[in-house]
């Protein structure tokens, strides 16, 4: 049985992991970079600008990829 708030921590552990791993990730998407969770199905799509990691959108990554193409576009 899960515990409530383990899929939040496990994401934000995840996202924390940028402060050390950020760049390495492949760009799929423009300059966007993207780190896959761990546990779950999701991507984390992040810029790196010099040593500021802003991070974009936490996605689905099983969604149609145009989809996701047409969401990130239009956040940049």
Known sequence: MQQAGTGAYSLYSDI???????????KPI???HRAMS?????A???DLNSDVVTVMAVLDFRQNLASIVE???GRR
Do not use: E, M, Q, S
Not at 38 to 42: C, E, G, L, N, V
């Open 71 to 73: 969401r990130l576009v």
């Open 16 to 26: 924390d992991a940028l402060t050390l791993y950020a760049g390495i990730h492949p």
């Open 38 to 42: 761990k546990r779950f199905p999701f």
């Open 30 to 32: 423009g300059n966007l």
């Open 44 to 46: 984390i799509y992040y």
